[in-house]
């Protein structure tokens, strides 16, 4: 039997928010992309050149532990996000794990949103791997993907959003 995972991006009404004031309480400030290729957490794409984004401070596990009740305590963290400056459609079908062409590490939560570990991931075929080692700790509630070089938080994927097939 194979698993596969689905990454969840930004939900809309969080983008919303975000477009508005950031998750540090700072105005969002778009801006016109001159280069491209920004990890845009709105629809798990990349920034295509002139397109406008915006750079924001997000907290995934403070905004997924608030809808559980839950305290995360020390491991609450913001960090920076680029989403679209402006609606957009959200993923494109059929996209299951984006951004998995560079080094990336899956971090492990509990139910009550504290750390349970995490794992370097070294290319594309590594993933599932990774995150069927994840899941099968019953323990762990989802998991972050993040990028290495910066910590950045890049989705979450959560135990009951995968689909098993033969």
């Known amino acids: 039997m194979t698993t596969t995972y689905t990454a969840l991006p930004i939900a809309p009404g969080v ?8 998750d540090a309480g700072r105005p969002a400030a778009p801006f016109a992309d001159t280069e491209g290729g920004a990890p845009l957490r709105c629809c798990l794409g990349r920034s295509e050149p002139g397109e406008r984004i915006a750079l924001v401070s997000y ?9 559980q009740g839950v305290d ?5 963290e913001v960090g920076p996000v ?3 400056a ?12 984006p951004f998995t062409d560079a080094h990336r590490t899956v971090r492990r939560y509990s139910a009550d949103g504290h750390i349970l570990g995490g794992r370097l991931v070294e290319g594309p075929g ?7 080692e994840a899941f099968d700790d019953p323990a762990v509630a989802l998991v972050h993907v993040r990028a290495v070089e910066y910590g950045c938080f890049l989705y979450e994927v959560r135990r009951g959003n995968e689909v098993r097939g033969d």
């Not at 596990?61 to 608030?66: E, V």
């Not at 459609?89 to 299951?96: K, L, S």
Request: charged fraction near 30%.
């Open 15 to 22: 983008l919303k928010e975000l477009r508005t004031t950031d």
């Open 59 to 67: 907290a995934p596990l403070r905004r997924w532990a608030g809808r």
């Open 72 to 76: 995360p305590g020390a491991y609450d």
């Open 82 to 84: 680029f989403i679209h």
């Open 86 to 97: 402006d609606d957009c459609p959200g993923p494109d079908a059929g996209v299951a794990l």
């Open 126 to 132: 590594a993933f599932d791997e990774a995150l069927r």
